[in-house]
Structures are given as structure tokens and as C-alpha cells.
């Protein structure tokens, strides 16, 4: 005959509190993790819309051939948007790849090459793309906080991002 032995336990069923605060303490560090990955990286975003810019100025230099008409970047603070010259002035540009977009992480301040700019309420930067195909070499630097890139034209149709000289 073989004893069992049954271990004695005494009150009702249920998890010990050490077992409670390490089940907690796991879900804290998760929390955290999850909370961190979520907020977005003023450097990623600001990369990203210098990426798309890259892309869209070299697609604006070309309707703009296309289209025999002039076209303007224009952009503050909050976002920037397109314009196409026309007999009524300047409009907007309403294709979906031009339409008005918002910075991914506002404010963003611009410094083209022709001269300072540190968009306030109301103020502009503007950048013609000609339908003569005639575009000078420029530099925007894009800054948002404490995070700097620029976009460079080197004036025939290449637009690149680099990390701005200090």
C-alpha cells in the first residue's frame, strides 16, 4: 500500500498575491511596449513627407511640361498643397496626387535655399515648378522639434533627402 499524501491547503481556492504581482507586472512592461510603438517617431515622419516630397516634386516638375502650364509647391506650418497657373489665376490643383496634404507630425518649419523661412500663421513658402522645364537648383530643409532633413534639387529633375551640414 502506497500512502498519498495530499498537501494541506488552507482557505479558499484562488492565486497567491506573488503570482498576482508578477502577472501584473508583466502586463505593466507589455503596456509599455505597446504605448511606446505606438506613438510616432518625429524622425520617421519627418522622413517620410520629405520621401513623398521628393516623389511629388518630380512628379509636378513633369505635369507641369505636360500640361504647358506653370506649377507651385505651396506649404506652411500645418501642410502644403499645389497650384496650377490658369487663365483665372492660380487654383488648386485637384488630381489626388496633388491634392492638399498636412505635415504627418505638425509643425514643420522650411528653410529654402533663396532665403530663411519659419512658417507663422498666414505665412507661405512657395516653390515654382516652369512648364519650360527650367527649374534652379534649391535646398529645403525641413525641420520639425528637434529633427532636420533636406530635400535637394540639383535643377535637372533629380530631387534627393540627405541630412542637412551643421
Same mark, same amino acid.
Given at each position: 500500500m502506497h500512502a498519498t499524501r495530499?498537501? %494541506?491547503?488552507? &482557505? /479558499? /481556492? &484562488?492565486?497567491?498575491?506573488?503570482? @498576482?504581482? *508578477? +502577472?501584473?507586472?508583466v502586463l505593466g512592461i507589455l503596456a509599455s !511596449? *505597446?504605448?511606446?510603438?505606438?506613438? /510616432?517617431?518625429? =524622425? $520617421?515622419?519627418?522622413?517620410? =513627407? %520629405?520621401?513623398?516630397?521628393? $516623389? @511629388?516634386?518630380s512628379l509636378a516638375a513633369d505635369e507641369a511640361q505636360i500640361r504647358s502650364r506653370t506649377i507651385a509647391w505651396q506649404a506652411d506650418s500645418d501642410g502644403y498643397r499645389f497650384l496650377i497657373a490658369s487663365d483665372r489665376g492660380w487654383v488648386a490643383l485637384d488630381d489626388n496626387a496633388f491634392r492638399a496634404r498636412s505635415w504627418t507630425q505638425a509643425p514643420v518649419a522650411a528653410t529654402l535655399s533663396r532665403g530663411h523661412f519659419s512658417p507663422s500663421?498666414?505665412?507661405k513658402i512657395e516653390i /515654382?515648378?516652369?512648364k519650360n522645364g527650367v527649374q534652379p537648383p534649391f535646398t529645403l530643409e525641413l525641420s520639425a522639434g =528637434? +529633427?532636420?532633413? %533636406?530635400? %535637394?534639387? =540639383?535643377? !535637372?529633375g533629380h530631387y534627393n533627402v540627405v541630412r542637412p551640414e551643421p
Open positions: 495530499t498537501a %494541506a491547503r488552507s &482557505g /479558499p /481556492p &484562488g492565486y497567491t498575491l506573488i503570482e @498576482l504581482l *508578477v +502577472v501584473m507586472f !511596449i *505597446v504605448a511606446l510603438n505606438m506613438k /510616432p517617431h518625429r =524622425d $520617421a515622419a519627418l522622413a517620410t =513627407d %520629405a520621401s513623398r516630397l521628393a $516623389a @511629388l516634386f500663421q498666414g505665412e /515654382p515648378f516652369e =528637434d +529633427v532636420e532633413l %533636406a530635400l %535637394a534639387a =540639383d535643377g !535637372i
